[in-house]
């Protein structure tokens, strides 16, 4: 999965069975790239992520969930794919709307004012 830099802060939100994440960020944002790519390779080169990996992560999510998040089309003389399914869909969509709602919630607003206030950056210009 790739590490993103949070200039301000922000909640990551993550659902988790036993000891396995089912969905987090990561697995969003390998979904969505699937979504627009319409290939687990294409989406594993856009984020720099092994195809194994992907695979790993697309098992436990299937694992868990109520129904299957990708259909895959294999190759072969046709070429392969991958397409989310509604349900793929609705859980991308679900995921960033309860993110937001976190964020916007007082008790959400409450956690975050009680990060201590950053630094200015530092002037680099001469003066």
């Known amino acids: 999965m790739t590490r993103t830099h949070h200039p301000s802060p922000r909640f990551q939100l993550r659902l988790v069975v ?7 960020p990561g697995k969003v944002e ?3 790239a699937i979504g627009r790519h319409g290939s687990i390779a294409a989406a594993c080169r856009e984020m720099g992520l092994s195809y194994k990996k992907a695979w790993q992560l ?5 694992r868990h969930l109520a129904a299957p998040v990708i259909d895959t089309v294999t190759g072969g003389t046709q070429r392969g794919g991958a397409t989310l399914t509604a349900h793929g869909h609705a859980l991308i969509e679900e ?3 309860l993110v937001a709602d976190l964020a916007c919630n007082r008790h959400g607003e409450a956690l975050l004012n009680h990060l201590s206030p950053r630094p200015p950056a530092e002037d680099n210009g001469a003066d």
């Open 18 to 24: 036993d000891k396995e994440i089912v969905i987090g």
């Open 30 to 32: 390998l979904l969505e």
């Open 58 to 62: 697309l098992e436990t999510m299937n």
């Open 95 to 97: 995921y960033h709307r």
